[in-house]
C-alpha cells in the first residue's frame, strides 16, 4: 500500500515562529499536494509540486513556502506562524498517466495550532 | 473554472436506510470524479471512482455512486446505512485538460442513529 506519511500529527507553536511541516510518501509519486482543511471551507489547495524543485502555486499560497528536494518528501513552510494559520494540514501524493487516475493518496493530517 | 459543491453540510439517516450524499460539479472536459471519507482527526481515504464507463460506480464498504452527465452529478449511495458509516464525505473532481489538480466540495457529515 502506498504511505503517505507526516512527521506530526499534532503542533502548538507561537506566532511568528517559522514551522516546517513534513510529509514523505513511499510509492514513488511524482505529484504531491498540500491542503488545508477548515470547517465549513472543505479541503483548500496551497502548494504543490509535479516533481522535484518544481512547485507551483494553489489557491491560497500567501504566508506559505515549499520545498521538494527529494522525490519523496515535500516540506510545507510557514514563514513567521500567524494564528489565522490554526489548522488542519492534509498533504497527499497521486500518480497519473493519462486517463489512469488513480486520485490522491493522503496523510494522516497535521493539527497545527498557533498560539 | 471548475467546481465542486456539495450542497448538505449534513445528512442524517437510520442504521439500515438507503442514504445518499450529494454532489454536483463544474468543470472543463469530461470530469474524472472521487468520492473521499475521512474519520476524525484522520486524512482522507478514497472510496470510488468514475473516470469513464457504466455511469454506475462501485466502491468500498459498499457504497456506489451515480454518474449523471446532464445533471453533472456524481451523488453517492448506499442501500443500507450502517453506524459506522458515519463520517465526512468529501467529492471531489478533476477536469480532463487540468492535468493533477483536484477540486474538493466543502464535505458533507452523514450521521448514522442506530
Redesign the interface.
Known amino acids: 500500500d502506498v504511505k503517505?506519511t507526516?512527521s506530526s500529527?499534532y503542533l502548538v507553536k507561537r506566532t511568528g515562529e517559522k514551522v516546517f511541516l513534513e510529509c514523505v510518501q513511499d510509492m514513488d509519486h511524482e505529484?504531491m499536494f498540500w491542503?488545508r482543511q477548515d470547517p465549513?471551507?472543505?479541503?483548500r489547495?496551497i502548494y504543490?509540486s509535479?516533481d522535484v524543485k518544481m512547485k507551483e502555486k494553489?489557491d491560497i499560497p500567501e504566508g506559505y513556502s515549499v520545498s521538494r528536494e527529494k522525490k519523496e518528501r515535500f516540506s510545507l513552510i510557514l514563514e513567521s506562524a500567524s494564528t489565522n494559520q490554526t489548522s488542519m494540514y492534509?498533504c497527499?501524493s497521486?500518480f497519473?498517466r493519462g486517463?489512469l487516475?488513480?486520485?490522491?493518496?493522503?496523510?494522516?493530517?497535521t493539527?497545527l495550532t498557533v498560539v | 473554472a471548475q467546481s465542486v459543491a456539495q450542497p448538505e453540510d449534513q445528512v442524517n439517516v437510520a442504521e439500515g436506510n438507503p442514504l445518499t450524499v450529494k454532489c454536483t460539479y463544474s468543470v472543463s472536459g469530461n470530469p474524472y470524479l472521487f468520492w473521499y471519507v475521512q474519520y476524525p482527526n484522520r486524512g482522507l481515504q478514497f472510496l470510488l471512482k468514475y473516470i469513464t464507463g457504466d455511469n454506475l460506480v462501485k466502491g468500498s464498504y459498499g457504497f456506489e455512486a451515480e454518474f449523471n452527465k446532464s445533471q453533472t452529478s456524481f451523488h453517492l449511495k448506499k442501500p443500507s446505512a450502517l453506524v459506522s458509516d458515519s463520517a465526512l464525505y468529501f467529492c471531489a473532481v478533476r477536469g480532463q485538460y487540468n492535468f493533477n489538480k483536484f477540486y474538493f466540495g466543502s464535505g458533507t457529515k452523514l450521521n448514522v442513529k442506530p
Request: proline share 0%; charged share 15%; net charge positive.
Open positions: 503517505v507526516q500529527r505529484n491542503y465549513g471551507l472543505g479541503l489547495l504543490f509535479y494553489g492534509l497527499a497521486s497519473e486517463r487516475s488513480y486520485g490522491y493518496t493522503f496523510g494522516s493530517g493539527r
